[in-house]
Structures are given as C-alpha cells and as structure tokens.
C-alpha cells in the first residue's frame, strides 16, 4: 500500500532530482488501482505535461511495467498494435514506473513529465528508489 507519507517522500525524491538537474516536472503517484494519491506541479513546469505524468504512471500500474516497456507491445508488427489507445490512452514512453511492495506486489505507481524523455526516466528512477516498501 502506498500511504500519504511514502507518495509524499516519492514527489519530494522527484523533486530534488528534478532540481538537480535543473528543470521542472509533474510528479503523478497512483495507486494499484490507478487512482491519483499524491501530485506535485513544481514552479515553472509545462502545463501539458500534467496529464502526461498522469498517462505515464497509470500505464505503468495497468500494465505492471515500465511506461517505455508497453511499446515493445503496441508498436507496429508488435503483437497489439494500437494498445496505446486503449485505457483512455497510454503513454508508451519513459517516465512512468510500477511501485513495488517487499512480496513484488504492485502498490501503485510514479509518473513524471516535464523534461525530456531521459531525463524524466531518470528523476522517475529517483523517486521509485524513494518509495518505502
């Protein structure tokens, strides 16, 4: 289960990767079952990129993958081409990563939009390593 306090210790890891690189994103943690549990819009961050963290980390507890991982599946001559429109649509790109409990449950969820690809996979890693199990 992901509590108040271990989504709020995701956005603040996210947060200070973000800063440290220099850029601002959208923080987005859900739970297992896809519902928001915590968002953050740093100061400055795009605002079409809210729904993009969002996107990105319900693909990642619907499909209990990494976002980027769901291409593999929808992209052409893959096995389900068009997936990404399915689920109110996917983000099939890098920045949303499934949270884990101790047993490899799925708990839920982090999204981040607002860099570039790399560097929201980069902050995303931040703030899962963050999550308490």
């Known amino acids: 289960m992901i509590t108040t306090q271990s989504a709020q210790a995701i956005i ?11 850029i ?13 549990k915590a968002f953050s819009r740093m100061d400055g961050a795009v ?3 809210i729904d993009v963290a969002i996107s990105k980390a319900r693909t990642a ?5 990494p976002s ?6 929808c992209k052409p001559g893959a096995p389900a081409p068009g997936l990404e429109r399915s689920n109110g649509g996917l983000a099939t790109f890098a920045g949303g990563l499934p949270l884990r409990d ?19 996979r980069d902050i995303a ?6 999550f308490t199990r």
Request: aromatic share 4%; charged share 15%.
């Open 12 to 22: 603040s890891a996210a947060e200070k990767r973000a800063a440290e690189i220099g």
């Open 24 to 36: 601002a994103v959208n923080v987005a943690v859900l739970d297992a079952g896809a519902h928001q």
């Open 47 to 49: 605002l079409g990129a």
């Open 61 to 65: 507890v619907l499909f209990e993958i």
């Open 68 to 73: 980027e991982a769901v291409w593999d599946y």
């Open 102 to 120: 101790a047993s490899g449950a799925i708990v839920g969820a982090v999204g981040i939009s607002g860099g570039a690809v790399d560097q929201d």
């Open 125 to 130: 890693a931040a703030a899962a390593a963050a």
